[in-house]
T-cell receptor, first 111, second 111 residues
Framework: DAMVIQNPRYQVTQFGKPVTLSCSQT?????MYWYQQKSSQAPKLLFH???????NEADTPDNFQSRRPNTSFCFLDIRSPGLGDAAMYLC??????????FGSGTRLTVV | QKEVEQNSGPLSVPEGAIASLNCTYS??????FFWYRQYSGKSPELIMF????GDKEDGRFTAQLNKASQYVSLLIRDSQPSDSATYLC???????????FGAGTRLAVHP
């Protein structure tokens, strides 16, 4: 089945230690998104890619970076995680319009 | 600042009743509107989308859109305990199919 896969499902990292979250898709969607969702809050858009064109939200902290080496893969790098970065990170894909397909998410814990 | 507002709930309804979930949005230019269901600890899954004013029905679900009032709603008929979840309203806010999400309404269906 075509899908969006996020790894790992759960990630524990130390305060200040760089961490990378990954997302892959078999849907061949041209747009990929990273959202951050904290408990009982709305998912907040961090970045999105239209093909290889990178789009950064104005309020995304510099501590967050992203890479999309090809159509299928996208990575979220957190250079120096703080306690406030603990959240669910959601990868999603779409075509030019229509609803998103989300991955299962990565729950990040910072200790 | 473009916003999507939802009542956080919980909205408690008895099994078999109609659940009514509401959402307002601030961007008059929005053209696409989505409802996602999110179970605790899971990622959102698309239930319905609506683009035109009026009603759109899909099984037990009906989405209603009123662009003049900037209002979207979701009706769930014959509510089941398995419908207990958080329902996120999402609105397209511009290019590359960017969606902004509300914080969700928690629905509890009791037997």
């Amino acid at each position: 089945d075509a899908m969006v896969i996020q790894n790992p499902r759960y990630q524990v990292t130390q305060f200040g230690k760089p961490v990378t979250l990954s997302c892959s898709q078999t849907l061949n969607h041209n747009v990929m998104y990273w959202y951050q969702q904290k408990s009982s809050q709305a998912p907040k858009l961090l970045f999105h890619y239209y093909d290889k064109d990178f789009n950064n939200e104005a309020d995304t902290p510099d501590n967050f970076q992203s890479r999309r080496p090809n159509t299928s893969f996208c990575f979220l790098d957190i250079r120096s995680p703080g306690l406030g970065d603990a959240a669910m990170y959601l990868c999603a894909t779409s075509r030019n319009s229509g609803g998103y397909t989300f991955g299962s998410g990565t729950r990040l814990t910072v200790v | 600042q473009k916003e999507v507002e939802q009542n956080s709930g919980p909205l408690s309804v008895p099994e078999g009743a109609i659940a009514s979930l509401n959402c307002t949005y601030s961007d008059r230019g929005s053209q696409s509107f989505f409802w996602y269901r999110q179970y605790s600890g899971k990622s959102p899954e698309l239930i319905m989308f609506i683009y035109s004013n009026g009603d759109k029905e899909d099984g037990r679900f009906t989405a209603q859109l009123n662009k003049a009032s900037q209002y979207v709603s979701l009706l769930i008929r014959d509510s089941q305990p398995s419908d207990s979840a958080t329902y996120l309203c999402a609105v397209n806010i511009g290019g590359y199919n960017k969606l902004i999400f509300g914080a969700g309404t928690r629905l509890a269906v009791h037997p």
